[in-house]
């Protein structure tokens, strides 16, 4: 290993001296003549290599503060101000460097390696928690599910067979949070296409569901009948009859009466929206009754896994892609936990149970890598790949346009309310 030195600022040999002395632990040496030193730990340097820190120099009160480059010290633990402001620097220095960070991600790597496989567990969850636990529905079954939909599955096409398949996890940790809903619950499902939860929902569930179909009517061409009767037919005859409406979820008024319905969904949409989620939180809260429940689910816009990808230098949007289709083909923004909690108090709604939730196991290329970003979080409570959320509707909309959680610019807000 080569030798790399890292460097902080000093201002003398004395001072410089009495650094080590205290610290017996760090090698410490005025290299020439440019005042700064070079820190080593044990026999073997850190390999880092830091950028030359500058800071003022202190203004000497005394002869002998002058004599020391010191200014104004007393002692706090056995280690005067000055010089613990020089040691911090130092520190800083070499834990923020990128050298360190790929140094200890390697020794992390080589470590979780040489573990015994009983240990290796044991070292994950000291560093993630339970980041890596995988949400367990237990209400429907995942091969009660998939023989539901192979039922009807020969209506759709390879590309819709492969989505319901790769989402069926989510489909099922969905529905897991609607327990006590009696049959007779209207529901509202936004952002229904391709179908696949409103199977589930029907078969296992409820009886009475409305679908809405996002339509983004920017783009030309789209000339989508407003109401649209469905029909979905299984292999042995069965049929499900759903009315489906096309509109935009964020901009147009809704076309339900109010209080129509006790449950409305909205699975994997919020995420779309480009311009006003508040608008759809509004229409929820009118179309619901008193008491009735919104459900949202979308993928968490603060995972430790988007963490992980930001220090790779990679786009941490799951869905970031251009598409022809419009720009709410594309997710524009991945709500946080704080931003639903901040849509909900302010769209006149309780808070019954938010969570963060894996549908299936994370894939994470360096146990390494992510111990680093896990120590980075305040808390890893909200981290997992994805949220669902339910709340009660208690009373009106409180805050049509909320600033907090940098949802809305203050500065446009008046403008949004005199054009509302």
């Known amino acids: 290993m080569s030798k790399v030195t890292a460097w902080c600022p000093i201002e003398s040999a004395a001072a ?29 340097p850190i ?28 002692q706090i633990g056995g280690i005067d101000r000055a010089d613990g ?10 834990l923020n460097s990128q050298a360190t960070r790929e ?45 539901v939909l192979k039922r009807f599955i020969p209506e759709m096409n390879a590309e819709t067979i492969q989505y319901h398949q790769g989402h069926m996890s989510r489909y099922l940790s969905t529905v897991e949070r609607l327990k006590d809903l009696p049959r007779s619950t209207r529901v509202l499902e936004l952002g229904a296409p391709p179908h696949g939860m409103t199977l589930i929902l029907r078969h296992f ?14 783009l030309p061409g789209h000339e989508t009948p407003p ?34 319905f006790d449950l409305v969904m909205a699975c994997e949409l919020f995420e779309h929206f480009a311009l006003d989620p508040m608008h759809a939180i509004s229409e929820a809260n009118r179309v619901l009754r008193d008491n009735g429940r919104l459900l949202i689910s979308v993928p968490n816009g603060v995972s430790l896994s988007k963490l992980l990808q930001i220090s790779a230098g990679v786009q941490p949007n799951s869905f970031p892609f251009y598409r022809p289709m419009g720009v709410n083909a594309r997710h524009n923004r991945e709500p946080t936990p704080e931003d639903l909690r ?64 940098r949802l809305y610019y203050s500065w446009d807000v008046e403008r949004l309310k005199a054009s509302a």
């Not at 090698?27 to 044990?42: I, M, N, P, Q």
């Open 342 to 405: 901040t849509l909900f108090a302010a769209g006149g709604f309780e808070v019954e149970k938010l969570e963060t939730v894996n549908y299936e196991q994370p894939q994470v290329e360096s146990m390494g890598r992510l111990c680093l970003a896990a120590a980075l979080c305040t808390s890893l409570e909200e981290r997992r790949e994805c949220t669902i959320a339910v709340a009660r509707k208690v009373g009106p909309v409180r805050e049509r346009y909320p600033t907090s959680s």
């Open 205 to 218: 569930f409820f009886d009475h569901i409305e679908l809405g179909a996002f339509l983004d009517e920017d």
């Open 103 to 147: 140094y200890l991600h390697q020794f992390l790597a080589k470590l979780y390696q040489r573990l015994p496989t009983r240990y290796q567990q044991s070292l994950v969850d000291l560093a993630v928690g339970d980041y890596f636990q995988v949400d367990q529905p237990q209400r429907v079954k995942r091969e009660d599910a998939h023989a």
């Open 227 to 260: 109401v649209e009767p469905r029909v979905m037919r299984s292999l042995d005859g069965e049929s499900y009859e759903f009315s489906e409406r096309y509109f935009n979820c964020e901009r147009d008024k809704w076309p339900y009466s109010d209080g129509e």
């Open 16 to 44: 410089e001296l009495r650094l080590q002395a205290r610290h017996p632990l760090l090698r410490v040496r005025v290299v020439g003549d440019d005042g700064h030193l070079r820190f080593a730990e044990g026999a073997e």
């Open 85 to 94: 402001r020089w040691l911090k620097s130092a520190l800083m220095s070499i």
């Open 47 to 74: 390999p880092v290599q830091v950028l030359h820190q500058t800071g003022p120099r202190p203004t000497a009160r005394s002869a002998g503060a002058e004599r020391r480059g010191l200014a104004g010290t007393r």
